[in-house]
Nanobody
Framework: QVQVVESGGGLVQTGGSLRLSCTTS??????????MGWFRQAPGKAREGVSA????????YYRDSVKGRFTISRDNAKNTLYLQMNNLKPEDTAIYYC?????????????????????WGQGTQVTVSS
């Protein structure tokens, strides 16, 4: 049984920081075989790609609005994906989802195609107060 579990969300003030983690288990292949992504969905809005990282960590995508504030990383030995979020803004408020996919190419300037990500977590709420 595949499990993708996010943690680390919470309520912070504007300018604060949070570190999201995503652990996986039961994936058909090794964690290192999967591109990983963070997506978010704010109330009343469509889900959007925030950041993604290739299997070896050599290619990374960031949404323009988070560049310079968020950092994605992965620890393949621990089957874990991270998202360090600094200088948070109210517009970052959303449910953040972690996802794994075998096929999606991670391209720095291209939002990760959600339909290529096969396994999704339940999400973790991030709320930034003004």
């Amino acid at each position: 049984q595949v499990q993708v579990v996010e943690s680390g969300g919470g309520l912070v003030q504007t300018g604060g920081s949070l570190r999201l983690s995503c652990t996986t288990s039961g994936l058909p292949y090794d964690f290192e075989d999967y591109a990983m992504g963070w997506f978010r969905q704010a109330p009343g809005k469509a889900r959007e790609g925030v950041s993604a990282i290739s299997q070896d960590g050599g290619s990374i995508y960031y949404r323009d609005s988070v560049k310079g504030r968020f950092t994605i990383s992965r620890d393949n030995a621990k089957n874990t994906l991270y998202l360090q979020m600094n200088n948070l803004k109210p517009e970052d408020t959303a449910i953040y989802y972690c996802a794994a996919g075998l096929n999606p190419a991670v391209v720095p300037g291209r939002e990760p195609p959600q339909h290529y990500y096969n396994y999704w977590g339940q999400g973790t709420q991030v709320t930034v107060s003004s």
